[in-house]
């Protein structure tokens, strides 16, 4: 078994009908699969997502993000009030 190869087949692809009068001619059509390999996948392009996929790739994991939605479409974007969030980085508050 050769690992670092990436693995490459076709799937095809089938339309199904749900519509009677939403008829596509298309048929079945065939692409190329790539199989690749990640140390970690993370679900979720949101902030949330976004943030754990950078730690991840801060400390060297080969990381693979997916979602559902576009990036900007995510709830973070559309958060009209903005994101709040408590910082433990951040220096020693002096009030004088």
Known sequence: NNWSRPLIG????HQTQYYSSKQSTAGTNAYSVIDHE??????????????????LVQEGFKTAVI?????????TVAAQGGINAALGNMEDDDWR
């Open 67 to 75: 979602t559902k939605l576009f990036p900007t479409r995510s709830h």
């Open 10 to 13: 076709t799937r095809n692809l």
């Open 38 to 55: 990640y140390d970690a996948v993370v679900v979720g392009a949101g902030g949330a997502g976004l943030r754990a996929a950078f730690g």
